[in-house]
């Protein structure tokens, strides 16, 4: 338990930090603006190259990194490449752009965008067609009025609860599931009118893969492999699984660093092919680079029309004008005065990002074989502070309302990060850090601030602020016209947040928690010492009774509360993507158990009050009852009956 709680206050210190940046700092304007260009960037290879080779020297052994590749493209070709430390410790095999394949996590939907955006031009399917047009062994449930169209997919504003963490690996091929399959399974309940929020989306991008599948009539794998990565010349990358025999030897290890050592990673085979399956070199990702910056051309293949592909870079959706947004597939940045579309990649041991300043014609890719690490995200800032030095001007504020204090209160309050699962056990990631939480409060000189009084913002517009002293926005949703549902910040699409009840919190629930397991531990211990001093306590058959369900209850109870703790304390984040451990899968035996019991607390406290039982007594079933149908609302709000 100390560890989780030590975690929730790590994860609170860098929301701190993350929010402190976003709010203070200067660097980065949200405003859709015309850019100038003036000659920045890197200019000659060899300083670019004794640029990063300090930086991995300084932070790859700092970071617990084994081995990190570095590309950059410039006007239709390869500027530089490198690659640092080692593919494979133990073997001592040194990681080479031009071989090491890396697993790219989360890039390889960009694939996948590109590939609908294929089929799209060629009349194949219509962008803004209902998906479930296109769909022949399953159909998305009509939840809403307005269906989900591949817009919809492409830009992850079709409104699926997010999922698919666990069982989204499998140990062996043989134990892997047909896409197809898979998708119609484990489909995740729709929890969002499509087009209104940016909600991070593995199910989309994936159904959009399957549906490459449907129209094309090939395998995913086969379709990226003819259409994308041959004309690309992208020879030595493949979303094959295992990888063929004369790209595996060629593969980079994953690895994990604890208790002062680096433990490689098994080779996780992915159910979701489309979504993050992709093996590829440094080289190979600078094709790719190569051919979005040259609106799909690559040397003399062509993979989009040049329309196609700048309709795919075109900001498609944000919450606000004036905000970052998404495109088809990629995610809309304002760094340092650059546009940038980028997309990063996790996996079980690897770290990736690729960015696009198409507006420069330039274009990096980084990865590494380790997870979790900020090796990739801290180089993007560096690199971009070094060749395009940050505008510190703060613009003016407009012209603002005067909000009222009514108004500012319906708007205060805490808010969650979208990206987790609402409707299955994987909601724990929440607790984690894998969704943190902010809060907003009204001040009485008519602002609004974020996480802490001093950063302070105005409205500009209805439910649009701006911050004091940054040009950073903050909007809100509001439905029905006066509840309000989510907020956004303007730095990041990412940064789409839910408002929580009082009692959805991480906070209330933390605190009822800790009465609950007050209340069975005293429970406990009252049984222990009933056993050693019998004729001080009631006898009665109903105080009797009373007294042996509520030590059953507390009893289970504590052993879910200390068992999950300690398993969840010790569990590695991506071996859960494999299936939950068997002990935790006993434990979850527990709650319906507890919960089928727990009405006869009620009963017990109620007959209580009409036996002769002291008032301190009647006082004590009614707690311990109250803390019972306590822990069954903690079960039903993070969904541990459902595994």
Known sequence: ???????????????????????????????????????????????????????????MSKQHVPGAVFALVKDGKIFFSKGYGYADLENKIPVDPDKTLFRVGSISKLFTATAVMQLAEQGKLNLNDDVNKYLKRFQIPNTYPKPIAFTNLLTHTDGFDAGWGIGAFARKASQMIPLGDFIAKRLPPRILPPGEVFLYSDVGMNLA????????????????????????????????????????????????????????????????????????????????????????????ARILKEATATEMHRRQFAQYPGMVGSTYGFFQRVLNKQRTISHGGRHAGYTSELYLLPDRNLGFFISCNNNPTRLADKLVDKFLDRYYPPDKKIKPIPPGIKSSQAHLQNLSGNYRYVHYPHHTIEKLAAIFGEAAELRTFAGQDGTLSLWVPEFKSVEIQPLLFRFLYSNNLMGFRQEDGRRITHMFLGHSVYDSLEKLT??????????????????????CIIAVARNLQKPTFPRSKIASLAMFLAVLISALNLVFLIGTGLVLSQADFWELFF?????????????????????????????????????????????????????????????????
């Open 1 to 59: 338990m100390i560890q989780i709680i030590c975690k929730k206050i790590a994860t609170i210190c860098s929301v701190l930090i993350a929010v402190t940046l976003i709010c203070l700092s200067q660097t980065s304007p949200c405003f859709a603006v015309e850019i100038s260009t003036p000659q920045l960037g890197p200019t000659n290879p060899q300083e670019l190259e004794l640029f990063i080779d300090d930086y991995f020297a300084k932070e």
């Open 209 to 300: 893969g399957y549906l490459v599948e449907e129209i094309s009539g090939m395998p995913f794998a086969e379709y990226v492999d003819k259409n994308i990565l041959q004309p690309l010349n992208m020879r030595r990358t493949s979303f094959v699984q295992p990888l063929p025999p004369q790209l595996a030897s060629d593969f980079a290890v994953g690895y994990k660093y604890k208790d002062g050592t680096y433990r490689r990673r098994p080779f996780a085979y992915s159910n979701t092919v489309p979504g993050n399956a992709l093996m590829a070199t440094a080289t190979d990702i600078a094709h790719f680079a190569i051919a979005h910056l040259q609106k799909g051309r690559y040397e003399n």
């Open 502 to 523: 009082w009692f959805e919190t991480n906070d209330f629930q933390l605190k009822l928690a800790i009465f609950c397991t007050l209340i069975f531990g005293f429970t």
């Open 579 to 643: 299936g939950l451990p068997g002990i935790f899968r006993l434990l979850l035996l527990i709650p319906p158990i507890s919960t089928s019991l727990t009405p006869g607390l009620i009963v017990f406290a109620f007959l209580t009050w009409k036996d002769r039982a002291s008032l301190i007594w009647k006082v004590y079933y009614s707690l311990i009852a109250l803390a019972g149908c306590g822990f069954v609302s903690i079960f039903i709000n993070w969904n541990l009956y459902y595994h």
